[in-house]
Nanobody, 124 residues
Framework: QVQLVESGGGLVQAGGSLRLSCAASGRTFSNYAMGWFRQAPGKEREFVAAIGWSGGNTYYATAVKGRFTISRDNAKNTVYLQMNSLKPEDTAVYYC?????????????????WGQGTQVTVSS
């Protein structure tokens, strides 16, 4: 089992920045690729970004590429999502998730473990 706890969400004005954190415990964190997803009210959960076990590989959704940066610190069992130039359409609950392997990253159902989510609200 891997337990994931997100933090860092909040209310920010458009153009501002937030950094989300996801702390992991349980099985060896460095064995897992990590992903960030988000779900806005009335919409399906969507992929945001993913990072490989070593941090050397990253992948982003088109909507956030160039504005968001995913990173990880395996010594701290933590993955981060730095979000810059935030827009009102980024408003959602953000979830981190863990999976083995570096494939099908954008598909939420292939992830084995999920956090409880953290709310991000961007005001215009």
């Amino acid at each position: 089992q891997v337990q994931l706890v997100e933090s860092g969400g909040g209310l920010v004005q458009a153009g501002g920045s937030l950094r989300l954190s996801c702390a992991a415990s349980g099985r060896t964190f460095s064995n897992y690729a990590m992903g960030w997803f988000r779900q806005a009210p009335g919409k399906e959960r969507e992929f945001v970004a993913a990072i490989g076990w070593s941090g050397g590989n990253t992948y982003y959704a088109t909507a956030v590429k160039g504005r968001f940066t995913i990173s990880r610190d395996n010594a701290k069992n933590t993955v981060y999502l730095q979000m810059n130039s935030l827009k009102p359409e980024d408003t959602a609950v953000y979830y981190c998730a863990a999976k083995m392997g570096w494939d099908h990253l954008t598909l939420d159902y292939v992830y084995d473990y999920w956090g409880q989510g953290t709310q991000v609200t961007v005001s215009s």
